[in-house]
């Protein structure tokens, strides 16, 4: 009689929920768009002059200045990734979360104090980014190893679920630390409580013991997508055209997400100005955003083992790039209840491909070496960071809605390459 256990131990539901914890924290960079709507004037002329109040010391900024700091967190965060993927396959994840959650305090509070631009840069921007990549890196291929590939889907969505989900909390409490205590205390609050929860939820993720198989159902693989026979290094990952591909799914997916997570408090400002309810509650976008963002990566994740990953792909990805194209017509419609869907919708597609391209690695690639490899594959998701760089200039000459398009047509070009996209032959060590 087959004695392999079909439900896993205990400890793997504790790896899991560990990291959502630690992801809940890193997700800071999903309510950033409450410090933009914070740090850049409504006014333009009003660009480099100081601040007066609670935040005295601070001094206004353009759009492209403050979304330069969330950008270069988000590129810094996707390069590190790589250097945390290859701590966590070497020694483990508890080293990478430990120093990603000192990193990401170190950062914030680094931001507070030095209240200036040229802070926001080195502290949110470097640390923050650092500290993100080498606590992320640590957390999704730590789970993943404790589960068979019918779950993987799943267990991928839960734990990225937390970073999306983040917005949920972080954005009023962003917003009533900002109104109450002004921007440098919020930031010197959060990274204080980020360090202690990152460094004790670091402790509890563990590999599997040696010898560990993971329970599954016997004959059952996720549809479309049978297990890859080998484990690839990197070496051979870069050789293949899938690895390109699947960077470039990374961007596409990711590009549309980040577009509008780094600028939803503005957009509900400026699209309900004349509903004072949202106009003076803009953070709630970004809440609402969190949310949508973290079940998308659990439905996703889901669905997406029942009818395989590059159908989920192509299914979110086309909803999305019409909402995206429709994005700017609503907001000359000033129609806050048809924003909230499409930005809902662009914010569900997003969580899904952060859900997706984990689990898309594993799958092609093996998960001994899924932390180095998954690592590379990110570069997708901070290259993506270019597009909502362009999208803050675009912001400064009033001419925003051009990035949504930008933004839709990048998206359906990715929808193509994916329904391409096939698993590699196996590797020949």
């Not at 969190?290 to 990805?317: E, K, L, P, W």
């Not at 499409?342 to 932390?371: H, R």
Request: glycine letters at 14%; one cysteine or more.
């Amino acid at each position: 009689m087959d004695s392999t256990p079909t439900s896993p131990p205990a400890r793997a539901w504790v790896v899991t929920f560990a990291g959502t914890a630690i992801n809940l924290c890193l997700g800071i960079l999903y309510a950033w768009s409450v410090w933009n709507k914070s740090l850049v004037p409504r006014d333009e002329k009003l660009f480099g002059t100081a601040m007066t109040g609670a935040n005295e010391g601070w001094h206004y900024l353009s759009n492209f200045q403050a979304t330069l700091a969330y950008s270069i967190c988000g590129f810094v965060f996707a390069l590190v990734m790589i250097v945390g993927g290859r701590l966590q396959d070497r020694y483990g994840p508890k080293l990478g979360a430990t120093a990603g959650g000192l990193f990401l305090a170190a950062g914030c509070i680094l931001s507070g104090w030095m209240q200036s631009y040229l802070g926001l840069i080195l502290g949110f921007g470097i640390l923050g980014g650092i500290g993100m990549g080498l606590a992320y890196a640590a957390t999704t291929p730590a789970a993943v190893k404790w589960f068979g590939p019918h779950r993987r889907g799943l267990i991928v969505g839960i734990v990225v679920g937390g970073y999306g989900g983040a917005a949920i909390y972080i954005a009023p409490l962003a917003n009533w630390l900002i109104d109450g205590y002004g921007i440098s205390q919020s930031f010197i609050v959060l990274g204080t409580f980020f360090a202690v929860v990152v460094v004790i939820a670091g402790q509890l993720l563990s590999w599997p013991p040696a010898g560990y198989i993971p329970p599954g159902r016997v004959g059952v693989t996720v549809q479309n997508t049978p297990p890859p026979r080998a484990d690839w290094p990197a070496s051979a990952m870069l050789r293949t055209w899938q690895f390109y591909a699947l960077v470039f799914l990374f961007l596409g997916s990711a590009q549309s997400g980040l577009l509008v997570i780094g600028f939803a408090a503005p957009i509900l400002s400026s699209t309900a100005k004349d509903v004072e309810f949202f106009a003076a509650n803009s953070w709630l976008l970004a809440a609402f955003g969190g949310f949508i963002n973290a079940t998308g990566r659990v439905g996703t994740g889901r669905y997406s083992d029942a009818i395989g990953r590059t159908n989920a792909y192509i299914i979110n990805g086309l909803i999305s790039a019409i909402c995206l194209l429709a994005t700017p017509y609503v907001m000359d419609t000033k129609n806050v209840w048809a924003l909230f869907i499409v930005v809902g919708v662009a914010y569900w597609q997003y969580g899904g491909g952060l859900a997706l391209l984990p689990a898309f690695t594993a799958d092609f690639f093996g998960s001994k070496n899924l932390g180095f490899n998954y690592g590379l594959v990110f570069i997708g998701w901070g290259l993506a960071f270019g597009v909502v760089q362009i999208a803050s200039y675009l912001r400064d000459q009033g001419i925003l809605h051009y990035a949504f398009y930008l933004s839709g047509v990048l998206l359906i070009i990715a929808v193509g390459v994916c329904a391409k996209l096939r698993r590699p032959a196996n590797f020949e060590a």
